[in-house]
């Protein structure tokens, strides 16, 4: 059954027509939950709150799957507008993006010269920029232009999915680079994917234990208590500098736990979306976690 209600959410984050329909709707159906409003002012409003709780942030202007080049420029101009906002406003905050909000689907030099520009941006200011993992079929270009990047700048870095077979191999061409080591949200085949929680979390701990023994910062992006417990006693261990890792959660999700892990000395930074086209992420969500419905149904019900 839960197989059933992942594959559902997932089915219905593709939905272009619900999509479109969702930015008129505003932020609904819970999404405001998870969602940090619908603009850079909201967004810096919420990363200063958490700031003053000890938490860092990376925030993502919500949107993907761009097809047209105009589309993609003011893509561009918007993350720069970004930067702009988290550097004047002194927050502990990075940019996170999507390629294909900046004309992966397009054409993969368009894109690249548009990260160049953010990346470049992000340097003057001192800031880091994250490149989101998406689907399968642009994982590989994704690393190809993360490579060029990293010919010019220090100061972008991207996310490595523990469900890929492939995963380990690159983890460890990627030796020395910030990375965001998640499980994988995307519905990927078995050709290509572990689909098995258990083989996925065993090659999660894997790889997290990999990159921080190859003294590599690592940013352990999971809800799982279990999995934190074992990171936890994996670095006492094996005396990790607590400056190497950070634990990262969602915005809006397991808040306590987020406050437990700071109290504890832990560096924690909260991903924190926000904009328009929210309604894609938020069924992903929902996909992870089914039980995370009830907020939609309270938000269905709240206005």
Request: glycine share 6%; net charge positive; with cysteine.
């Amino acid at each position: 059954m839960k197989n059933v209600s992942r594959s559902f959410f997932l089915y219905l984050s593709q939905s272009k027509t619900l999509n479109k329909s969702a930015k008129r709707w505003g932020l609904r159906l819970g999404a405001s939950k998870v969602v940090a409003g619908t603009t850079i002012e909201s967004a810096m409003s919420t990363v200063k709150s958490l700031n003053a709780q000890g938490i860092l942030c990376t925030v993502d202007h919500l949107g993907e799957y761009v097809t047209d080049a105009k589309d993609a420029a003011e893509a561009r101009e918007y993350c720069i507008k970004i930067l702009q906002a988290i550097a004047l406003e002194k927050t502990d905050c990075h940019l996170s993006l999507k390629l294909t909000k900046l004309g992966l689907d397009i054409d993969r030099s368009l894109c690249l010269d548009n990260m160049k520009s953010i990346v470049s941006k992000a340097k003057e200011y001192g800031l880091f920029v994250n490149i989101d993992m998406e689907d399968y079929g642009r994982y590989q270009t994704t690393l190809e232009i993360l490579a060029e990047l990293r010919k010019e700048f220090d100061n972008v870095g991207t996310v490595i999915q523990a469900y890929l077979y492939r995963a380990e191999s690159d983890l460890d061409a990627l030796k020395g680079i910030p990375l965001r080591l998640v499980k994988g949200a995307y519905k990927e085949p078995p050709t290509v994917a572990m689909q098995s929680k258990k083989d996925i979390d065993a090659n999660f701990l894997k790889l997290i234990k990999k990159h921080l023994l190859n003294a590599s910062y690592t940013a352990i992006a999971t809800h799982d208590h279990v999995i934190i417990e074992e990171v936890k006693k994996f670095v006492d261990d094996h005396n990790i500098p607590r400056d190497l890792f950070e634990f990262q959660m969602l915005y809006g999700f397991r808040n306590e736990l987020q406050l437990q892990l700071v109290g504890e000395g832990y560096r924690f930074c909260s991903y924190v979306p926000f904009g328009n086209d929210w309604y894609g992420y938020f069924m992903r969500r929902l996909a992870e976690r089914p039980q995370n419905v009830s907020f939609a149904v309270k938000g269905l019900f709240s206005r």
